[in-house]
């Protein structure tokens, strides 16, 4: 149980870096802390205690496994924020290009 | 047939990079062949249907264990309001998108957009739904930015960051889920929830979905990020996000995962009444104030979106038919508003209501169009917004709901004004100032607003066809409720 509270401490320190810090680089790390502590907690879930990788072979006899599903799912879900990152990190060099800075409080040209 | 939905646009946004090497015009025909060809598909599936709901096993494993795909009555809907707009933007975008210098990338983006909102609309499987639902948004990120000026890129930025939370949460929740019932099948999820799962579980993931959900739609809120991401979008761009991707990954996958999964109950319905009436009122009163024409359009967006969740919410049979209509009509004269704007940024390079005048001469066809639209946003009859909005304050007041029907019909006229002041303003008003000499838009963006000007016509004078073919089979999949799983699980 405390390893599923660890991990949520971890998303939200993510998601507190993502919408509270006021650089877009850290606001691109504090994205990526959000994803990993999302991809533990999927792999949590699919962790058994004392348990085997879910490999069928004749010669090996298993009790029980680990469910192999969320293990697919984060491969998955790690490409997502592959792309969601270096968009995200593609638009900040361009943003700094136009505005020569990172400091989200700078770049406001949009009216409110 | 159903994966068909995603592999037209899936096998155009690979070809097309590709084509365009050879000679831009064959990307060009391409994506436009299979924006038609998924229009095709998706107004034939209204027959598919009439034999039953339609599940197709991808792989040949059977739903509880493989990825399915699904066909009932809202994915009708969907299917046939994104096609129709995505048809209807590629087609202006023919001309509209020469301005940019890598118009090839544009066209791959757009057909990944599609086959993200396709696939959404159709996907039977909750871990599939996220993996279209991410498609479609980074597609959409891309898009908003794609003009690469310093507005654009922040607010790109701006629509990432949120769209990024909004992400992480939904698929906080499909981890809850899969945590408490070890499937991701969307009916196997609903069926294995009525056993042996503890609610306080089913509403911490409901309150996932529900903020997700609403931060990809747009409800009051959570509705920060669209007033600039929509405007600074290039003009097709902005129709397909205010008609279609807001209703698709937001209010669509909010309602699936609300009514087919965890079941739809009081509790839902007074936060989507509340939500919805905040949206309309909040949403209009922002829009108001607003000069900048795609940046009014947006805020309306919120508040037209906010009649639907209303209607909804409401629950009843008649609330859902009215909210249901509503989403259709919004798309069409929305989306059709947008291009309105596009064309006028195009041929005059001015977006401010103030610095337009009299265009009315200049582009008759632009101003036309746009005065059907103004009248459909409206709710004059006949055209089509009328009777949706009619028949959510009649189902409002058959629900007992006054302050929401009361809402409604207030939110109906500041719309009514706002719309006139567009008018005034931009077609009508005549000054010698910077609009003059102004041209008519080009064939391919006259002949988009023409289609779109035409359906939202024909939606208000034939709406009770419609309602019958379209609107009714999506309400009863709603109406379904958690029989969804039954109707999957036992469908051919």
Redesign the interface.
């Known amino acids: 149980m405390s390893l599923y509270i660890l991990c949520l401490i971890l998303?939200s320190i993510?998601?507190y870096c993502?919408?509270v810090k006021k650089n877009?680089v850290k606001?691109i790390v504090g994205?990526g802390i959000?994803?990993y502590a999302?991809n533990l907690?999927?792999i949590l879930?699919g962790y058994r205690w004392n348990s085997d990788a879910p490999i069928m072979d004749k010669n090996i006899v298993i009790t029980s496994f680990v469910?192999p599903?969320?293990q697919a799912?984060i491969l998955?879900?790690i490409v997502?924020g592959l792309?969601?990152t270096a968009?995200?990190v593609a638009?900040?060099v361009?943003?700094y290009e136009?505005?020569k800075t990172f400091n989200i409080d700078e770049?406001?040209?949009?009216?409110e | 047939m159903l994966p068909i939905f995603v592999i037209i646009p899936l096998g155009s946004a690979f070809l097309v990079p590709l084509v365009s090497r050879i000679r831009l015009s064959i990307g060009r025909v391409l994506s436009l062949c299979s924006g038609a060809a998924l229009l095709f598909f998706s107004v034939s599936s209204i027959w598919w249907l009439k034999g039953g709901v339609k599940m197709y096993a991808v792989g040949g494993w059977r739903p509880p264990f493989g990825i399915c795909m699904a066909l009932d009555g809202l994915t009708v809907l969907m299917l046939v309001v994104v096609n129709i707009i995505g048809f209807a933007s590629l087609l202006y975008s023919l001309d509209y998108a020469k301005r940019y210098t890598s118009e090839s990338l544009y066209y791959t983006l757009f057909c990944l957009l599609l086959a993200g909102l396709n696939g959404v609309a159709i996907s039977g499987d909750l871990?599939n739904l996220f993996?279209f639902l991410?498609i479609t948004s980074?597609a959409s990120?891309?898009l908003v930015?794609f003009g690469?000026?310093?507005?654009e890129?922040?607010?790109?930025?701006k629509y990432?960051?949120l769209g990024?939370?909004a992400?992480?949460l939904i698929?906080?929740g499909i981890?809850m889920f899969?945590?408490a019932v070890?499937t991701?099948n969307m009916a196997d999820i609903s069926r294995s929830l009525v056993i042996s799962v503890s609610p306080k579980l089913v509403l911490y993931s409901a309150a996932l979905f529900m903020a997700g959900f609403s931060i990809k739609a747009g409800f009051v809120p959570f509705h920060a990020w669209l007033p600039?991401a929509h405007p600074?979008a290039p003009a097709p761009m902005s129709a397909m996000l205010s008609g279609v991707v807001i209703k698709t990954i937001g209010i669509y996958a909010l309602l699936r995962v609300i009514f087919s999964i965890i079941g739809f109950n009081a509790a839902f319905s007074e936060i989507f009444i509340w939500m919805g009436i905040l949206s309309m009122a909040i949403g209009v009163l922002l829009a108001i104030g607003q000069w900048?024409f795609k940046r009014l359009l947006a805020y309306h967006s919120v508040s037209q979106v906010g009649y639907v969740i209303f209607g909804i919410g409401l629950g009843t049979p008649l609330g859902i038919i009215g909210g249901l209509f509503h989403l259709f009509n919004h798309s069409l004269f929305k989306s059709l508003l947008f291009l309105n704007a596009g064309s006028i940024e195009y041929s005059t390079g001015y977006r401010q209501l103030d610095k337009l005048d009299g265009l009315d001469e200049a582009m008759p066809v632009t101003s036309r169009t746009s005065l059907v639209a103004s009248l459909s946003i409206a709710g004059i009859p006949p055209f089509c917004g009328f009777w949706s909005k009619l028949i959510i304050i009649i189902a409002a007041i058959q629900a007992h709901r006054y302050a929401g029907a009361v809402t409604c019909i207030l939110v109906s006229v500041v719309t009514l004004a706002s719309f006139l002041k567009v008018q005034k303003y931009a077609f009508i008003r005549k000054l010698k100032g910077a609009a003059q000499g102004a041209k008519e838009a080009p064939l391919f963006m006259k002949l988009s607003m023409l289609l779109l000007a035409f359906l939202c016509i024909m939606a208000g004078l034939f709406f009770i066809p419609v309602l019958n073919a379209l609107i009714k089979p999506a309400a009863e999949a709603l109406l379904a409720g958690k029989d969804y799983a039954n109707l999957i699980l036992g469908a051919p």
């Open positions: 998303f993510g998601v993502l919408l877009l606001k994205l959000m994803d999302l907690f999927f879930l469910d599903l969320p799912l998955t879900s997502i792309g969601v968009l995200m638009i900040a361009r943003i136009k505005y770049i406001r040209r949009l009216r | 871990f993996v991410e980074i990120y891309a930015a690469v000026e310093a507005e890129l922040e607010a790109s930025f990432l960051v990024a939370v992400s992480a698929l906080l981890g899969l945590g070890s991701l600039d600074s900048d």
